[in-house]
């Protein structure tokens, strides 16, 4: 009987083939949407095309056919240009190009349809720090957090603390004055490092110390496009040395069109891990069916699709400080991811109806008078607010363990080690009946600062690989607002869970260059940790219903034989597991179509 970790595994195989089975005859070297264009009989399209280390062939090659040539992206070998639609079927036969890729439009994960409006919980965010378990000293210091998303108006939240301030806005490149004409990158950067300032301290961000480096890559709308966003990532990683830049905040995204490993935005938030900058991502908001208003899986936007990143999905405080209360947001995005079966998100953070800052010029300030809570602060809800939620979080793990080491003495905590203090102290999250929610909601569980500060606090950066690296013992529990509450002591490994012990051991996985999900014959210490924790169900084959809205319309076996997904009931089938059916090549792109960007 195969184990279910293998069984997932065979899963991510068919979903990443899928594309080629389906495209067999047609093009086999184009995203999704790009052969969904060719298709419709479309013009033209802006594409991303990847090549294999020879770039300036294929430019030529495309100014000769009259195409447009936007920009480049040297890191990724890729060329962004404008292209006559009946020209990408000349690609195939280009051994110079690897991939064809939509520039999609890319947008944030936040706004009035996901429940921020008048009306509801009270939005007292001045206990955000409090249902983190933060103290006064915990404030980033001394941490860069890049934003690359609308902007960052400069006012005194952020005092003498935007260090850099850059505009890739439509292949633009180059040093800015700080603003944000749309105003979702200044609520961002408010709850990740704000200080609260100009409401007396209560709307303070996680991490008020931490430096702030703006990247614009969204307009007036919140909306840009993938070239912009892998270019601002790019940016960050050239010139994380000089600016500083230890974390990258990335509140947006666009529909997954192919595998993780063919992604350019992917590939460039992979890079910028490998780098040493931690990536936090948003998982988006399409946790429930719109039309319907039913919870699905499986939508997990990109780049929260890249293995590497820590994919935030969002949790409702309910106005208290307590964590036995929260709930798990029902616009929250659950996995697994398309094509790959990644299990995301990683964690949850609070994202429901928290005020940040903002000012009267922006377009959400004009748009939105239900969301203002006063001229300076806005009120927003999504799985974008999670993120910067988290962005600061990891600020304070960072700074908590640069502290103990005595950086530059001993190196930084790499990303690979901030993702696992984050998940292994995360807290598990229970509906109202006390049933834990699965991996693919909540993934680790919902965020932890204060355990994951004290646990960060424990480890010694200089530790040979292999060998133990905490220098104490610890307590997974962590006590919030008289409420103890265990460690989930879990990580969310790629297409499994592991759990158990892992931490203690200065293992390779922490290492920097490692993707999240690779196997690469590490070893976890025991058997016992390499289980997956079958995420619906627990290895028995249960069949779980439409009453229990696992999937739009229809039913989820996570067991012991295979995984079966019918998306609302028509022609889109995926078996997974060692049976495995695809009878409608669209069917991705059909589920994101009643998926709309609020």
Request: hydrophobic share 45%; with cysteine; charged share 15%.
């Amino acid at each position: 009987m195969p184990t279910p970790r293998t069984l997932l595994t065979a899963a991510a195989i068919v979903l990443a083939s899928a594309s080629t089975v389906l495209a067999e005859g047609q093009l086999t070297k184009a995203d999704m949407s790009v052969r969904k264009a060719v298709a419709s009989g479309a013009t033209s399209l802006r594409v991303i095309v990847r090549t294999a280390g020879c770039t300036a062939t294929v430019q030529q090659a495309l100014k000769a056919h009259g195409d447009t040539v936007i920009g480049e992206q040297k890191p990724l070998n890729a060329v962004t240009a404008v292209v006559h639609v009946k020209h990408i079927e000349e690609f195939e036969a280009n051994p110079c190009v690897i991939g064809v890729s939509d520039d999609a439009v890319i947008a944030t994960h936040a706004g009035p349809k996901t429940g921020g409006g008048a009306g509801g919980t009270a939005p007292v965010v001045s206990l955000l720090r409090e249902t983190l378990g933060l103290t006064a000293g915990a404030t980033g210091a001394g941490v860069g957090i890049g934003i690359i998303d609308s902007g960052i108006i400069a006012n005194t939240d952020f005092e003498g603390r935007i260090t850099g301030f850059y505009n890739f806005l439509n292949g633009a490149s180059g040093y800015a004055m700080a603003g944000d004409s749309y105003g979702h990158g200044t609520h961002v950067a408010g709850l990740a490092g704000g200080s609260g300032a100009k409401s007396s301290g209560q709307y303070a961000g996680v991490a008020p110390g931490a430096r702030l480096i703006g990247m614009v890559a969204l307009d007036s709308n919140g909306q840009g496009r993938t070239s912009d966003v892998i270019n601002a990532i790019n940016f960050a990683v050239a010139n994380k040395a000089q600016l500083g830049i230890d974390i990258i905040n990335l509140s947006l995204g666009h529909p997954i069109y192919e595998p993780a490993a063919t992604d350019p935005l992917v590939q460039a938030v992979e890079r910028a891990v490998a780098a040493g900058i931690v990536v936090v991502a948003s998982a988006g908001n399409f946790g429930v069916n719109a039309a319907t208003g039913q919870p699905g899986y499986g939508g997990i936007s990109s780049p929260g699709n890249a293995p590497s990143a820590i994919t935030v999905g969002a949790f409702d405080m309910n106005g208290t400080a307590a964590r036995s209360d929260d709930e798990v947001a029902p616009y929250s995005s659950r996995g697994p991811t398309w094509y790959d079966g990644f299990a995301k998100p990683d964690v949850l953070a609070p994202g429901h109806r928290l005020v940040s800052d903002t000012a009267r010029t922006t377009t959400l300030y004009k748009n939105y008078t239900s969301l203002r809570v006063t001229s300076d602060y806005l009120l927003l809800s999504g799985s974008s607010m999670a993120t910067a939620v988290t962005s600061g979080v990891a600020a304070l793990v960072i700074q908590a363990n640069r502290a103990v080491n005595g950086y530059p003495a001993r190196p930084s905590i790499t990303p690979n080690a901030v993702k696992a203090v984050i998940e292994f102290t995360a807290v598990r999250m229970k509906n109202a009946q006390g049933v834990a929610f699965d991996e693919l909601i909540q993934g680790a569980g919902g965020i932890n600062a204060a355990g994951a500060i004290s646990l960060a606090s424990l480890i010694n950066t200089a530790a040979p690989v292999g060998s133990p690296w905490l220098t104490g013992g610890f307590n997974p529990v962590t006590t919030i607002a008289g409420e103890p509450l265990p460690w989930a002591q879990s990580l969310v490994w790629g297409d499994s869970m592991v759990w158990g012990d892992t931490i203690a051991i200065n293992w390779p996985a922490w290492g920097q260059g490692l993707v999240w999900g690779d196997d690469d014959g590490l070893v976890w210490g025991d058997d016992d940790s390499l289980v997956w924790g079958d995420g619906l169900v627990w290895g028995d084959g249960i069949v779980q219903g439409m009453d229990d809205g696992l999937v739009w319309g229809d039913s989820l076996v996570w067991g012991d034989n295979l995984l079966y997904w019918t998306v609302w009931g028509d022609a889109s089938t995926f078996i997974w597991g060692n049976l495995y059916t695809v009878t409608n090549e669209t069917s991705n792109s059909d589920v994101w179509a009643t998926l709309t960007f609020p």
